[in-house]
């Protein structure tokens, strides 16, 4: 193995030894191993990517998803409830209030986590890139 070779596959052992998934490329794909003996070519170890989660854009809001703060899971559940043709969303709070959601802010729902099964699963609002 060259010292570049080496170079390369360093931060990779280390990541596995600090207990972060490291991935292997078999035919062409990506995938997750638990054990490794790293004795394939170094260029063919990664470090599993962690996603990021962009801001959804007006069409992919799932209307009929609950919402709520992350900070304080038990309080002030809303309810996506539609779209209007001028690309706001409105969302009717526990309160009864119902305030627009425009698309400017829709980069601040990150604070926010949305459920389309009735609150028994909590999901980031976003999409995972």
């Known amino acids: 193995m060259t010292r570049d070779q080496i170079k390369h ?13 490291v991935q292997l490329n078999c035919c062409g794909k990506w995938t997750d191993y638990e054990t ?17 989660l962009r801001p959804w ?3 992919e809001v799932p209307v009929g998803a609950l919402l709520r703060r992350k900070e304080v899971p038990d309080n002030c559940v809303s309810m996506i409830i539609g779209k209007t043709e001028s ?6 709070a526990t309160w009864k209030s119902m305030q627009p959601l425009e698309h400017a802010m829709l980069d601040r729902v ?6 389309l099964d009735h609150g028994k699963t909590w999901l980031p609002c976003g999409v995972a890139e």
């Open 9 to 21: 596959l360093l931060p990779i052992i280390s990541a596995f030894a600090e207990g972060k998934q």
């Open 36 to 52: 490794l003996d790293f004795s394939a070519s170094p260029h063919l170890y990664r470090i599993k990517p962690t996603p990021t």
């Open 57 to 59: 854009q007006p069409e």
């Open 87 to 92: 690309g706001l969303m409105h969302y009717i």
């Open 110 to 115: 990150m604070h926010l986590e949305h459920s």
